[in-house]
C-alpha cells in the first residue's frame, strides 16, 4: 500500500530503496566483522567491494584507492545518521545481541525506541552506527 499522500497527489513514488552502499576504510575488516555477524561468508566483487545480498540485506561495503587518512564515521556530519537492518521476531533480535557481546562490540543491550520499538545498535569496525530494529511494539 502507498503512503497516503502519494495516493492523495497522485504523484510518482517507488517501492522501497534498492540498495545503500557504504564507504569503509578497510574491506577486509568490515567483510570479517559482517561475517562474524552473520556466521557467514561473502565475496569480494572487483577486490574493492562485498555486499550482504546472501543475507537478504542490500547493503555494498566499498573501499576507495584514495581516502582521507584516519577518518571516521561521525553521523553528526551531513549525510548517513545510521543504518538499520530490519527483525520480525524479538527471539531474533536477541540473539544478535548475544552474538554482538560475543564479538565483543559494544553495545547498551536491547533497546526500546519511543518506549515501544525494540533495538540493537552498535558500531562496526568504521564507527558507521548500526541497528537491528523491530519496526511494530513489543
Not at 33 to 50: A, G, I, M, R, V
Not at 68 to 78: A, L, Q
Not at 85 to 104: I, S, T, W
Request: with cysteine; net charge neutral; glycine share 2%.
Amino acid at each position: 500500500s502507498s503512503p497516503p499522500c502519494a495516493r492523495k497527489n497522485n504523484m510518482d513514488r517507488t517501492s522501497a530503496i534498492d540498495h545503500v552502499t557504504l564507504t569503509v576504510s578497510n574491506l577486509d575488516q568490515t567483510k570479517k566483522f559482517y561475517e562474524q555477524l552473520f556466521h557467514t561468508k561473502f565475496t569480494k566483487h572487483k577486490e574493492n567491494s562485498f555486499n550482504l545480498l546472501p543475507v537478504g540485506i542490500p547493503v555494498w561495503f566499498v573501499q576507495w584507492e584514495k581516502q582521507y587518512p584516519n577518518d571516521r564515521f561521525d553521523e553528526r556530519r551531513v549525510g548517513l545518521d545510521h543504518i538499520a537492518f530490519h527483525l520480525d521476531k524479538l527471539e531474533e533480535l536477541e540473539k544478535f545481541v548475544k552474538r554482538l557481546q560475543q564479538m565483543g562490540v559494544r553495545t547498551a543491550g536491547l533497546e526500546r525506541f519511543a518506549d515501544k520499538y525494540p533495538y540493537v545498535a552498535f558500531r562496526d569496525p568504521d564507527n558507521i552506527q548500526t541497528e537491528f530494529f523491530i519496526p511494530k511494539e513489543m
